[in-house]
């Protein structure tokens, strides 16, 4: 009887007191994103020492503020957890620490599992989305931010000696090779077994489509 009674006591403040912790998250995060603009957080001290002072400054402070964030997130977590919003996993926790609003969800999930030996996951987030915390106004419409699909790999049948293609995932980020058409191997890259004979082609995309579909089309699927 004891315990129930004082959740209900604490309800009384815990959205106020997830407020509190939301300022102190965002005051780090704010500091963090600034640091960061002036250098590469992630640079290494010998990239860093000739740079000018703003750069080694924001090098220093980057790591500090970064220090800050990680001591926060349990502090934030539990904050929310007791105005009953679920942070059991990263699938919550990404959306409670930054605002993943327009962008590219699978790049915004390969950065939030960079372990960087400075700033760990942080930089590579500021670098994509704006940190915060999950706005105290809005705990009631707090949302999980889902997983990308997982990719999906087809197999067709590819004529002509020693071909087998590979697409990409279908996106536009420049240092992901895509196109839309199969493309060859090179000779060194493919054994001498593969060179003689024809091969079934491998493609990957981020979601299930069919080669001779037109762009927009619904594509038989399996």
């Known amino acids: 009887m004891v315990l129930p009674r004082l959740i209900e006591i604490y309800d009384e403040a815990a959205a ?29 001290a010998d990239s860093i020492v000739g740079q000018p002072d703003s750069v080694r400054q ?6 500090v503020h970064a220090a800050e964030l990680d001591r926060l997130v349990p502090i934030l977590q539990a904050a929310a957890e007791l105005c009953d919003v679920s942070t059991d996993d990263d699938t ?26 400075r700033c760990g996951h942080w930089a590579a987030l500021a670098a994509l989305v704006r940190l915060r915390a999950w706005p ?31 697409i990409g995932p279908r996106c536009s980020i420049p240092r992901t090779r895509t196109t839309s058409s199969p493309r060859r191997l090179p000779d060194a890259k493919r054994s001498p077994a593969d060179r003689s004979q024809s ?21 038989t699927t399996t």
């Not at 924001?58 to 790591?63: A, C, H, K, P, R």
Request: net charge negative; charged share 25%.
């Open 199 to 219: 091969l079934l082609s491998v493609f990957v995309f981020d979601a299930p489509v069919m080669l001779g579909v037109p762009e927009g089309a619904a594509p």
């Open 16 to 44: 106020d007191n997830y407020g509190a912790v939301a300022k102190v998250f965002d005051a780090a995060a704010t500091k963090f994103t600034a640091a960061a603009k002036r250098c590469d957080p992630e640079a290494d």
């Open 136 to 166: 105290a106004a809005d705990l009631d419409g707090f949302e999980a931010y889902r997983l990308p699909k997982p990719l999906v790999w087809k197999q067709f049948p590819m004529g002509g000696e020693g071909n087998r293609g590979i």
């Open 92 to 117: 919550a926790l990404l959306p409670l620490v930054c605002d993943p609003a327009g962008a590219h969800r699978r790049r915004l999930w390969e950065a939030w599992k960079v372990a960087g030996p």
């Open 58 to 63: 924001g090098w220093l402070d980057s790591t």
